[in-house]
């Protein structure tokens, strides 16, 4: 567990819990979900110290859930905002290696196996951990995934504003004002990596579409190209959860009085101007990459039409071409099979080029009907 004191233009870190927040700023709480049990009396007292009151039960129970989708509830002194952010690469990989490593334990006799994740790495990233807020005018508490890279790289940050804005005099303080403006700043992102992976979801169906559109495909990756289906609906999905809990929480900061941002009243209006401003940006990032989900996914439906229609007009080439053959060679057959019947007096039978002259009748006639379909295009080739 962590506990960093921000002021108007630095931060420090703390071992133990200040009696109380900065006057002109906050304090920051955060910690790994794993850790939530083993620190949650040290949190229920600093939410009573320095933010007003014990976190609700059933809040905390959220908190401990890492399932828990997207979603905003608040009461008279605080705002619990859970938000879902895309797993790295880095945890992707662990996932994948714990996953590999239980298929061999399972081998070799042991419990029940996981099932390996398979499909391509752009789609398994898809998958996402809960990190919790819990927002007090004065104290943020945060609870993230094991190594959750966006409290690490936000501090590191936050340190290097604070060393600019002091080597620089007339540099702007670009330090958190409030637990909301951080949570806001540390919510855009995780926002920001979904917008960075439309990149790898993008060129991978666009490379599966220039496969399905070649004129000779032998596309053999159905399977994976339905499971990027499915992990579209779940981005789909957990973008609507996302933007709903924002959207809530844009309207709680809108209703708020004034004087919970500041007791200058011009600076209130600014912060609240600042956060509302910094609320909605979030919510159009979103907004952003739920209609770029869906693009995707409008656009793997289209290709597999295309492409299935592309087949059922190769087929319809080869039927036609086909019927024209037996078109041709019907009358080659009606009039071998004419000649062959088993009478004695029939006509150009006992004649000495009768021979000939039949067959010259029946190339005759494969030139005229041959004709007769090119011309109709019968027996043109398809352009691809």
Known sequence: MQIVEFTADSLRFSDTLPAQAPADGFVWVFLDRDEFETHEALLQQAAQQL???????????????????????????????????????????AEAEHEAAAEAYHGQGGEPRIKPRGGLPAFNRISSRAVGFVVFDRLLISVHPRGC?????????????????VDSVSARSRIPSSPADLVLRMVNTMVDSYLEVRKELTKQLEHWQA?????????????????????????????????????????????????????????????????????????????????????????????????????????NDIMRTLT???AVFLPLNLITGFFGMNFEFMPLIHQTSGFWWT????????????????RKRYLARSRR
């Open 51 to 93: 933010g007003g009151s014990a976190l609700l039960d059933l809040h905390s129970q959220d908190l401990r859930n890492p399932a828990h989708p997207s979603h905003y509830d608040y009461t008279s002194i605080y705002d619990l905002v859970i938000f879902r952010r895309l797993a790295t690469q880095v945890e992707t990989r």
């Open 149 to 165: 890279y966006t409290a690490k790289s936000f501090i590191q940050r936050a340190l290097s504003d604070a060393k600019f804005s």
């Open 211 to 315: 496969e399905l559109l070649k004129p000779n495909s032998r596309f053999i990756n159905w399977g994976s190209l339905m499971g990027a289906r499915s992990q579209l609906h779940v981005l789909e999905d957990l973008c609507d959860e996302q933007h709903d809990a924002m959207q809530e929480w844009l309207d709680s900061l809108r209703e708020q009085p004034m004087s919970s941002f500041a007791a200058d009243a011009q600076l209130a209006l600014t912060r609240r101007d600042q956060m509302v401003a910094r609320a909605r940006d979030v919510i159009e990032h979103i907004q952003r990459v739920v209609h770029h989900a869906r693009r995707l996914e409008q656009s793997a439906e289209t290709v597999v039409q295309i492409h299935f229609s592309a087949q059922s007009n190769r087929t």
């Open 324 to 326: 024209a053959l037996t």
């Open 359 to 374: 067959f010259g009748f029946m190339v005759l006639l494969v030139v005229v009907v041959v004709s007769v379909f090119w």
